[in-house]
Nanobody, 125 residues
Framework: QVEVVESGGGLVQAGVSLRLSCTAS????????MGWFRQAPGKERDGVAC????????YYIDSVKGRFTISRDNAKKTLYLEMNSLKPKDAAEYYC??????????????????WGQGTQVTVSS
């Protein structure tokens, strides 16, 4: 049984940093492409950043490039998202999931599978 658990969200002021974590069990994490996705109220669940199994290929949406960093620790079966210089528009429920590839086509909510329950990020201006 696959279990994905996100943590690290919270209420922060604009400009500060947060680090999200995601632990996964019941799947071959070491060979899985993983991603972070987010969903704001009334909007679709979109890809934010994805990383291949080795960490050598990463993808970011334009709005987070230079501010967010995705990384993974395969030994710990854990995925991370370091979020710096947070903006109010970054506020959303953040999810971790598997996805076919770390590129603009597959790092999207429609391709992702094995969702966690999400962690809420709220950014005040």
């Amino acid at each position: 049984q696959v279990e994905v658990v996100e943590s690290g969200g919270g209420l922060v002021q604009a400009g500060v940093s947060l680090r999200l974590s995601c632990t996964a069990s019941g799947l071959n994490f070491e060979v899985a492409t993983m991603g972070w996705f987010r969903q704001a109220p009334g909007k679709e669940r979109d890809g934010v950043a994805c990383i291949n199994w080795s960490g050598m290929k990463v993808y970011y949406i334009d709005s987070v490039k230079g501010r967010f960093t995705i990384s993974r620790d395969n030994a710990k079966k854990t995925l991370y998202l370091e979020m710096n210089s947070l903006k109010p528009k970054d506020a959303a429920e953040y999810y971790c999931a598997t996805t076919p590839a770390a590129n603009d086509e597959y790092c999207s909510g429609s391709w992702a599978r094995n969702w966690g329950q999400g962690t809420q990020v709220t950014v005040s201006s």
